[in-house]
Nanobody
Framework: QVQLVEFGGGLVQAGGSLRLSCAAS????????LGWFRQGPGKERRFVAA????????NYADSVKGRFTISRDNAKNTVYLQMNSLEPEDTAVYYC??????????????WGQGTQVTVSS
């Protein structure tokens, strides 16, 4: 089993940057892919980014490609999402997620509680 807790959400102005982190725990954590989803007000939860167990393979949604970077530090059992050039449309609750296997865009059985990111214009 995997438990996930997100940190780093907050309020930032458009064009600014924010770094989210997610602390993970579990016996098989190092073999799991880790990812981020987000859900804006009145919208569906959508895939943002994912990274494989070794950090050598990543996936990004088209809407964040070139602006967001996902990384992980297995020694700290932590995954990060560096968000640059933030836009008001990035405003959402961001959820950390984990799955056995590769960094796909769906089929994640483990979820954190979410952290709010608000981007002002």
């Amino acid at each position: 089993q995997v438990q996930l807790v997100e940190f780093g959400g907050g309020l930032v102005q458009a064009g600014g940057s924010l770094r989210l982190s997610c602390a993970a725990s579990g016996r098989t954590f190092s073999s799991y892919a880790l990812g981020w989803f987000r859900q804006g007000p009145g919208k569906e939860r959508r895939f943002v980014a994912a990274i494989d167990w070794s950090g050598s393979s990543t996936n990004y949604a088209d809407s964040v490609k070139g602006r967001f970077t996902i990384s992980r530090d297995n020694a700290k059992n932590t995954v990060y999402l560096q968000m640059n050039s933030l836009e008001p449309e990035d405003t959402a609750v961001y959820y950390c997620t984990a799955r056995p296997g590769g960094p796909t865009t769906a089929s994640y059985p483990y979820w954190g509680q979410g952290t709010q990111v608000t981007v002002s214009s």
